[in-house]
T-cell receptor, first 118, second 118 residues
C-alpha cells in the first residue's frame, strides 16, 4: 500500500519555541493532505485539510496562526506549531489521499509525531 | 449531524475465538465506510472499506466487515483472533459528496481497544 512518512517521530521543545513537522507521501502524489491531533485514549481530531498549492482549510476552533500548514508540493506538507505551549503537547498525525473525484479513496496515515512542550 | 459510534471502549477475546468490534453510523445518504487499526505510538493502518455491492467486505490480516444498511452498522469481524491483533480499532465514514462538491471529511469513531488474551 501507499506509504506516508512523518518527521520527526518525536520532539521535545521548550515553551515559546516553534516546531515543524514534515509529512511526505513516498510513493504517490497526494493532492490532499490532512492533519490530525490525537489526545491519549481518544479519537483523531481533524485540524485542517490542505490541497497542494492552496491555503489550508482549518476546522472550527483550530487557530490558523498557531498551526501553520504548508502544502508546497504533491508529496510534502508541513505543520508548524508556532510559539508552542504545554497544552500543545499531543500526538500529531498526518494523512494523505491521492487525487480523483471518488470520495471512496482511502486515506493513508503517517506514523505520527509526538510533541512534548516543556 | 454526522456521527460514528463505537459503543465498546474495549473488547476482550481469547486467542482463537471469533471477534466482533461494533460500529454504527449516522450519516445522510450512502456513505463510504472504513476500518483502521492503530498500534501503540503509530499512525493508522487501513484495513478495509465498503463502497458498494456485496455487504461483506474482506480486508487485511483476515478481517472482514459486514455492512447493514437497515441497522446503519458496519461491524468488524475476524473468525479467529490472534494476540497480535491487539490494538486500537477505528471505524470511519465519509459522505459521498458535500454541497460544495468537494471531498467530505472522514469522521472517526472514538475507537475500540481490542485485547486478545493467550
Amino acid at each position: 500500500g501507499a506509504v506516508v512518512s512523518q518527521h520527526p517521530s518525536w520532539v521535545i521543545c521548550k515553551s515559546g519555541t516553534s516546531v515543524k513537522i514534515e509529512c511526505r507521501s513516498l510513493d504517490f502524489q497526494a493532492t490532499t493532505m490532512f492533519w490530525y491531533r490525537q489526545f491519549p485514549k481518544q479519537s483523531l481530531m481533524l485540524m485542517a485539510t490542505s490541497n497542494e498549492g492552496s491555503k489550508a482549510t482549518y476546522e472550527q476552533g483550530v487557530e490558523k496562526d498557531k498551526f501553520l500548514i504548508n502544502h508546497a508540493s504533491l508529496t510534502l506538507s508541513t505543520l508548524t506549531v508556532t510559539s508552542a505551549h504545554p497544552e500543545d503537547s499531543s500526538f500529531y498525525i498526518c494523512s494523505a489521499r491521492a487525487g480523483g473525484t471518488g470520495g471512496h479513496n482511502e486515506q493513508f496515515f503517517g506514523p505520527g509525531t509526538r510533541l512534548t512542550v516543556l | 449531524a454526522q456521527s460514528v459510534a463505537q459503543p465498546e471502549d474495549q473488547v476482550n477475546v481469547a486467542e482463537g475465538n471469533p471477534l466482533t468490534v461494533k460500529c454504527t453510523y449516522s450519516v445522510s445518504g450512502n456513505p463510504y465506510l472504513f476500518w483502521y487499526v492503530q498500534y501503540p505510538n503509530r499512525g493508522l493502518q487501513f484495513l478495509l472499506k465498503y463502497i458498494t455491492g456485496d455487504n461483506l467486505v474482506k480486508g487485511s490480516y483476515g478481517f472482514e466487515a459486514e455492512f447493514n444498511k437497515s441497522q446503519t452498522s458496519f461491524h468488524l469481524k475476524k473468525p479467529s483472533a490472534l494476540v497480535s491483533d491487539s490494538a486500537l480499532y477505528f471505524c470511519a465514514v465519509r459522505g459521498r459528496r458535500n454541497f460544495s462538491g468537494g471531498y467530505n471529511k472522514l469522521i472517526f469513531g472514538a475507537g475500540t481497544r481490542l485485547a486478545v488474551h493467550p
